[in-house]
């Protein structure tokens, strides 16, 4: 995806290169699992990156296409 950013003319694909890092944050929580509830949630480990950080990462990119980016 990354070299059609110079001949892409919709910003949002410039914000799916750098949401899609947060994919990476997937081996942290997994990582952390043991340790309890992060960061004031009910979600520990998984749970926390599949109910939290999945936001992040698809929710600004369909806002983007839905304004028109």
Request: aromatic residues 16%; positive net charge; hydrophobic residues 55%.
């Amino acid at each position: 995806m990354l070299p059609m950013l110079a001949v892409v003319r919709n910003r949002v694909w410039i914000l799916v290169s750098g949401s899609a890092l947060v994919y990476y944050l997937q081996s942290w929580s997994a990582w952390v699992d043991s340790r309890g509830p992060l960061l004031g949630t009910p979600y520990a480990g998984s749970a926390f990156f599949d109910k939290i950080f999945v936001r992040f990462e698809f929710l600004p990119v369909l806002n983007g296409l839905l304004l028109g980016g």
